[in-house]
């Protein structure tokens, strides 16, 4: 991407920009990525997400329903382009519509990150709740281990009819049209009664009969049609009880563990890794716990005004994160915002957390430059260890290659500053009640 900057004398800086024709192709693919996850567009095998927009949607050109998205992921590209740190990534102004196998040209007016003072340096004071005990929680851990190796036997002197909360051995025999449901068909099944695990008519079916008890009958099941709309079945059902179950979680001995989970040689070896699993979440949490109430104890030192453009920029990026959310939860935004009292008090909320997370985000920041720290590799590689322990490289690639490389270098220069307050911090451990 060519890039030429031009400083405007309220200090804003104008970038120019010109993307070239493999930037361009590489935007059209993250925009029809980043439609399809809004959208919940799934392709089927061998299908473009283009023509699964178009079978599902109706879109003809979705090219011009992304031009949004394809200008979006350009413009922090041109940003990192000149190593400028945002005080956030304004709308770009483009020269016109972008096209496939075409050069890109728009503008961005950046707003460079002001520097704020906090009123003092001195180290904050910090109140903790007491750590819990250990032991409590590896007993609980290896108690989720063995439960998943919960084995259901018969019982003998289970007497009476079927009733919600059961475990039941089934036969059972599902059939469409005459064409036998595999997945609902088998000669021994445990089954837990009102579980949800089946339609509520299948269940309703089950509650009152006895053991040794065979039955026909007919309930509405979910299924697709061709086009893969969910439609209801009849699916018919031979079901014969063959008895009453009760779960049995196995003894822990260390026969169990060396069958069951063979990396393991005892219970005494099993244990000491549940131990040191424990040790290390405790730590991760508590080191998490310290730098967001450090964070928020500098807050309290912060001067200046934060302009109107980025509060508004901020709460808008906390809105679209709250809607991105309820969407892959497929909770509706309306219905959400109603709960959080309406419209007016969701939004006081936004530019609440808004001005929260600028007033933390620049009160580290005049941390990291107060004390002269630095940068380097290692700072950067806890950042993205931070976000996800265990795909630390991908947090950092994301990030570089989607041209946010500023925000990178922004969050862990907090995150440095917010470890070396809390080094330098007097901790207050609460007692325990």
């Not at 945002?86 to 016109?96: H, L, R, T, W």
């Not at 005004?305 to 508004?312: D, F, G, K, P």
């Not at 590799?377 to 994301?398: L, T, Y």
């Not at 490389?405 to 007692?431: M, P, T």
């Amino acid at each position: 991407m060519k890039v030429v900057s031009k400083k405007l004398q309220d200090g804003r800086i104008q970038l120019d920009a010109l993307a070239c024709v493999a930037e361009v192709t590489t935007a059209y693919e993250r925009a029809y990525q980043r439609f399809a996850n809004q959208m919940n567009i799934v392709p089927e095998q061998g299908e473009s997400i283009a023509q699964a927009a178009e079978r599902k949607m109706g879109i003809k050109d979705l090219d011009s329903v992304v031009d949004k998205f394809v200008v979006d992921y350009l413009a922090p590209f041109a940003i990192d382009k000149k190593g400028i740190s945002p005080e956030y990534v304004p709308d770009a102004i483009p020269a016109g519509r972008p096209k496939r196998g075409a050069e890109f040209a728009f503008r961005l007016v950046v707003t460079p990150k002001p520097q704020f003072e906090l009123s003092s340096y001195d180290p904050v004071t910090i109140t903790v709740p007491a750590e819990e005990e250990q032991g409590d929680q590896v007993q609980k851990i290896i108690g989720e281990i063995m439960e998943q190796f919960t084995e259901f036997v018969m019982d003998e002197n289970a007497q009476g009819a079927v009733v919600k909360g059961d475990f039941v051995r089934l036969r059972m025999r599902s059939t469409v049209g005459g064409k036998v449901i595999n997945a609902l068909t088998a000669d021994g099944r445990t089954y837990h009664v009102g579980e949800g695990y089946m339609p509520e008519e299948f269940d309703q079916n089950i509650v009152g009969m006895q053991v040794g008890e065979s039955k026909d009958f007919t309930y509405g099941a979910p299924t697709f049609d061709n086009d893969m709309n969910t439609i209801t079945a009849a699916m018919e059902c031979h079901v014969e009880v063959l008895g009453k179950q009760v779960p049995r979680v196995p003894e822990l001995t260390d026969e169990w563990v060396k069958r069951c989970i063979p990396m393991f040689s005892s219970v005494e070896e099993m244990t000491e890794a549940v131990k040191k699993e424990v040790e290390d979440q405790r730590k991760a949490d508590r080191a998490d716990l310290l730098n967001r109430l450090a964070s928020e104890a500098v807050v309290e030192r912060f001067e200046g005004h934060i302009s109107n453009e980025a509060y508004e920029h901020t709460r808008d990026t906390l809105i679209r994160n709250v809607q991105e959310g309820l969407r892959n939860q497929g909770t509706s935004f309306n219905d959400y915002v109603e709960q959080m009292g309406g419209k007016e008090q969701f939004n006081m909320m936004m530019l609440f957390e808004a001005r929260q997370a600028l007033t933390q985000g620049y009160a580290l920041d005049a941390v990291f430059r107060h004390f002269k720290m630095t940068l380097t590799g290692k700072d950067i590689d806890e950042f993205c260890k931070s976000v996800d322990p265990m795909n630390a490289d991908m947090v950092r690639k994301d990030m570089q290659e989607s041209g946010h490389n500023f925000a990178l270098r922004e969050s862990a220069e907090r995150l440095k500053a917010a470890r070396f307050l809390v080094e330098h911090a007097v901790v207050v451990e609460e007692q325990k009640a």
